[in-house]
């Protein structure tokens, strides 16, 4: 199955979630339908979909909430924002908030077709190629390069690096890489001393003398790759 063609729909209204699902099956797409904050989470977590269709009113909890929860775990999904929520002050939160797109009821299913289409392209080359600074990673090819200094990293240092530049400058805790690099869900105290090893080997790799620091440890929280502290 085409990863990318696989759209998370979170709506609790379940007869226009069964209309646009039926509407983005027709289209091609795979369409997840979730009515409520908790049944996204866990989907989020089973189901990686290629983008988020998000209704800001659920019963459980509000939109907004669940759209940081998403930045925090994958800063790089697609999120358009579908809601009636129509005030300039709402439009301005959802977007300030981290949603790409934002998309007013009710709306042309054509119009919310092409606004899918336009984020999955972005989406696509934004997930082949990063860059930080002098850092590039190359995805489909797993290699990473530094001021054009191919970096020597194992498969765990790559997915680790990848993980922290997909966050774009935000800090990684230590829980969010155990969870998105060593896909690890329960609590393990050992791991804590495996990611600390792996950061510094990491770094001693980006960072060889007259290089400025990328890696930056911001203490008690995690860790971030970024220009500049």
């Not at 990686?48 to 940081?68: N, Q, T």
Request: proline letters at 4%; one cysteine or more.
């Amino acid at each position: 199955m085409n990863m990318n063609s696989r759209i998370l729909l979170v709506e609790d209204d379940k007869n226009l979630a069964a209309s646009l699902s039926k509407g983005l099956v027709e289209a091609g797409y795979v369409c997840i339908v979730a009515g409520t904050v908790s049944e996204t989470k866990s989907l989020l977590y089973d189901e990686p979909p290629a983008l988020v269709l998000l209704d800001m009113g659920l019963p459980d909890g509000d939109g907004s909430e669940l759209l940081h929860f998403i930045r925090e775990t994958n800063a790089e999904l697609p999120v358009i924002i579908t809601t009636a929520r129509s005030g300039v002050s709402d439009r301005v939160g959802g977007l300030e908030g981290g949603a790409d797109d934002y998309l007013v009821k009710p709306y042309a299913f054509e119009e919310l077709l092409a606004r899918i289409r336009i984020q999955l392209r972005h989406s696509d080359r934004v997930r082949l190629q990063r860059a930080v600074g002098d850092l590039t990673i190359d995805l489909p090819s797993r290699n990473a390069s530094r001021a054009g200094r191919l970096l020597d990293l194992t498969p765990r240092e790559f997915d680790l690096l990848a993980y922290l530049v997909s966050l774009r400058g935000e800090v990684a805790t230590r829980q969010m890489l155990q969870e998105h690099v060593w896909n690890v869900r329960s609590a393990m105290a050992s791991m804590a001393n495996v990611i600390d090893v792996h950061i510094s080997r990491l770094r001693q790799k980006l960072e060889v003398p007259g290089e400025a620091p990328l890696l930056h440890t911001v203490r008690g929280v995690g860790f971030v790759l970024k220009e500049d502290v």
